[in-house]
């Protein structure tokens, strides 16, 4: 099953952009990824689906502010024009489709200065 | 428009049951998968399992975390459209904020529901 590597924090200036990474374990670089926004004391939210290429389609009512990437294993969530609201805590969330089973990476906890 | 809309908090002694209920609209349980996610005070996002509705009144599809399996149950009804979440004897260790969540057809999720808090406690 993959395992999902995230930073536990990151911090960047309000109106600066910031790049978050989730890294996938070797041998699972073709995997599909999603990122969630979970501000605090609220449910998680979809932000978008991720593919190896580095397309990526955000949820309904996500902001263009909002962008993938992809490098190897690694898939990145960029968040330009940085809000307050923005602040909280980011999951990268994969399915292994052979385990019929999800992973989450840890979680990144954005501030926003 | 899809939404998964949870029951509400509940307050529950050790030893007690309950059972959680997710009730989907734009979307049909027999034709999605629902997953279920824990996630424990001030901690991450954890997998329960998955479940889908069977085309047979009151038959389920299951699949389940590992580390959850024989700790809660998970069913699906399409008569009611919904997902539920069982426990048949809490413990103290079970207080969290449990997540529905509709998974797409590429396997991540891309609706999520209010979250139902659980507390535990004597």
């Known amino acids: 099953q993959p395992v999902l590597t995230q930073s536990s924090s990151a911090s960047a200036s309000l109106g600066s952009s910031v790049k978050l990474t989730c890294t996938l374990t070797?041998?699972?670089?073709?995997?599909?990824i999603a990122w969630h926004q979970q501000q605090p004391g609220k449910a998680p939210r979809f932000l978008m689906k991720?593919?190896?290429?580095?397309?990526?389609e955000r949820g309904s009512g996500v902001p263009d502010r909002f962008s993938g990437s992809t490098s190897g294993a690694d898939r990145f969530l960029t968040i330009s024009d940085l809000l307050t609201a923005d602040d909280g805590d980011y999951y990268c969330e994969t399915w292994d489709s052979n385990t019929r089973g999800g992973v989450f990476g840890g979680g990144t906890r954005l501030t926003v200065l | 428009e899809v939404q998964l809309v949870q029951s509400g908090a509940e307050l529950k002694k050790p030893g007690e049951s309950l059972k959680i209920s997710c009730k989907a609209s734009?979307?049909?349980?027999?034709?999605?998968?629902i997953g279920w996610v824990r996630q424990m005070p001030g901690k991450g996002l954890e997998w329960i399992g998955v479940v889908s509705a069977g085309a047979s009144a009151g038959a389920s599809n299951t699949r389940y975390n590992p580390s959850f399996q024989g700790q809660v149950t998970m069913s699906a009804d399409k008569s009611m459209n919904a997902a539920y979440l069982e426990w048949n004897s809490l413990r103290a260790f079970d207080t969290a904020t449990y997540y529905c969540a509709r998974l797409a057809t590429t396997g991540h999720i891309d609706y999520w529901g209010q979250g139902t808090l659980v507390t535990v406690s004597s």
């Open positions: 734009g979307i049909s349980v027999t034709k999605s998968w």
């Open positions: 070797n041998g699972h670089n073709n995997f599909i």
């Open positions: 991720l593919e190896a290429s580095g397309k990526f």
